[in-house]
């Protein structure tokens, strides 16, 4: 997934979604907790991690976000403030797709951009919309020529939605994920 393409999909992206309330603690979420919780729920160190807040016109604030690699994949997950705009889902524009998928109980949003030749392999996000916050996570690197569900994507989409509906990603989480975000040596993305 291209840089710009990303953020701009990204900034569009947190104002949609749907899901259950974060219960995480009381610590303000870093990027090095992001990365800490989805390498955790992922069961896998990622090559490269970088930190990635995220601004983002529509809420005027920057959210805090991470960005990994896995091999030829890039996993990139950002929490932020929920806005009362409706559901970005709604407008072609951003996506070839956009469906709600029930994943180990949860309900959350799953979108995507398809293939184009020459430009972008395509991108699938999975969102989880809580109560006064947005956890969207971004897959880049397959190619996506349909509905991700039908695809091997290398990392299984329950996954994907296991991290974004993990309850220690909120915009607040404990002192003990902040700390294993703190291990990690993290670059700029």
């Known amino acids: 997934m291209t840089r710009g393409r990303a953020l701009v999909v990204l900034s569009c992206v947190l104002l949609a979604g749907c899901g259950g309330a974060s219960d995480a603690g009381d610590e303000p979420i870093t990027p090095g907790a992001i990365a800490a919780v989805t390498q955790d729920v992922l069961g896998r160190p990622a090559r490269d991690v970088a930190r990635w807040d995220v601004f983002t016109r529509e809420l005027g604030q920057e959210s805090p976000g991470a960005t990994m690699r896995f091999g030829r994949l890039s996993v990139e997950v950002a929490v932020a403030p929920t806005t009362d ?105």
């Open 85 to 189: 705009s409706p559901l970005v889902c709604a407008d072609p524009s951003f996506f070839d797709e956009c469906v709600q998928q029930e994943y180990d109980g949860h309900e959350v949003t799953l979108a995507w951009q398809e293939l184009e030749p020459e430009e972008d392999p395509g991108v699938v996000y999975v969102i989880d919309r809580r109560d006064g916050e947005d956890v969207v996570v971004g897959l880049g690197g397959p190619t996506i020529t349909g509905d991700p569900r039908d695809l091997d994507l290398g990392i299984d989409l329950a996954d994907l939605a296991a991290v974004a509906t993990d309850p220690r990603l909120g915009l607040t989480t404990t002192p003990e994920v902040v700390d294993q975000g703190a291990e990690l040596d993290l670059g700029v993305a």
